[in-house]
């Protein structure tokens, strides 16, 4: 059995709603391929194809079910705390344009681009890896194509992580 994911309460029902959207897709596949089954030879051309999407969805149900039977989910600390920590909101500010930007660090596995304009990363990113532990005021120095400075101005903590 694969170690327990951890995973923020938001992102736990996240995935749960993915989960039940791509079994929806998967019963509807499903069908499909079985229509295609018992329709004849010249009516079936697409039976490939689907049976290849509805192999990569029974994948994909499979993958999220076991993350979700296997999730840890975080606990929030008591109070306000100093050091970013997973499922934290984060206002960077780039220090070459002056310009902020709401991040929340997040686990791998719910990492999903921006949702409600605040953008998720993961401590497996550039981002992530380097705000991890920092604290208000530190300045981080993230390679891309070349170093990017930030400073971090405010960590908020979410009730419902």
Do not use: C, W
Not at 7 to 12: E, I, M, N
Not at 125 to 137: C, E, F, H, K, T
């Amino acid at each position: 059995m694969p170690a327990p994911s951890q995973l923020t309460a938001r992102g736990f029902e996240r995935l749960q709603q993915t989960l039940r959207r791509e079994q929806i897709r998967l019963d509807e596949a499903r069908g499909y391929v079985r229509d295609q089954l018992e329709s004849n030879e010249a009516e079936s051309l697409n039976l490939v194809e689907a049976q290849q999407q509805l192999a990569t969805l029974e994948e994909r149900v499979e993958e999220l079910q076991e993350l979700l039977a296997t999730a840890q989910i975080l606990e929030a600390p008591a109070g306000t705390h100093d050091v970013v920590q997973l499922g934290d909101v984060v206002l960077l500010a780039h220090l070459g344009s002056g310009r902020t930007q709401r991040l929340q660090l997040v686990t791998a596995a719910e990492a999903a681009g921006a949702l409600g304009g605040i953008v998720q990363v993961s401590p497996d990113s550039p981002v992530g890896s380097r705000l991890q532990g920092g604290r208000v005021g530190d300045i981080i120095t993230v390679t891309l194509k070349q170093d990017v400075l930030y400073r971090i101005e405010q960590i908020e903590t979410t009730p419902d992580r």
